[in-house]
């Protein structure tokens, strides 16, 4: 199997047309998962040259991906989330082989609604380098197939 970082980015669509293996988020993204408790998600990333671009394409992931593990842990068995709204902020342009670091905690759950929010910065400077906010709704499964919110 071709490692990640050995594929670009115009090469991903042609390898999964031709049934090739699609990468994970994860695994595009270089995440390693630093610290996590319920409400409270530490995760650092090395974005592989070619499968984004250093601007908001990746920095929007990292923080979708850390958004997404954050309101995970606060889930019970059987419910999933939904992301309804995500604002995001970019200050600062990340380069190739950037070391990111990306926290993110749960502001506020009630009922079905969780909102959380997250900042990268790069290890190098620890310079803040974006921070977004989301929006989710919680849907726990009755039978294969259908939720309810």
């Known amino acids: 199997m071709t490692d990640i970082a050995d594929v670009s980015s115009d090469e991903l669509p042609r ?3 031709k049934g090739g293996r699609t ?3 994860r695994t595009a993204l270089g995440l390693s998962t630093l610290d996590v408790s319920p409400g409270a998600v530490v995760v650092t990333s090395q974005v592989a040259p070619g499968v984004f671009d250093t601007g ?3 920095m929007t992931a990292l ?3 850390a958004l997404n593990a954050v309101v995970a842990t606060l889930l019970p068995p059987g419910t999933s989330a939904l992301l309804t709204q995500l604002n995001m902020h970019c200050l600062r342009p990340v380069t190739e082989r950037t070391l990111m ?3 993110a905690d ?4 009630h009922g079905t609604m969780i909102t959380a929010k997250a900042a990268c910065y790069a290890t190098s400077d620890e310079a803040l380098r974006a921070y977004g ?3 989710f709704i919680s849907m726990s499964e009755r039978s294969a197939g259908t939720a309810s919110l």
């Open 15 to 17: 390898r999964t047309k």
């Open 101 to 103: 670091i990306c926290r």
């Open 63 to 65: 923080i979708d991906a």
């Open 133 to 135: 906010a989301g929006t």
């Open 56 to 58: 908001a394409s990746y």
């Open 106 to 109: 749960a502001q506020h759950v």
């Open 23 to 25: 990468p994970t988020m």
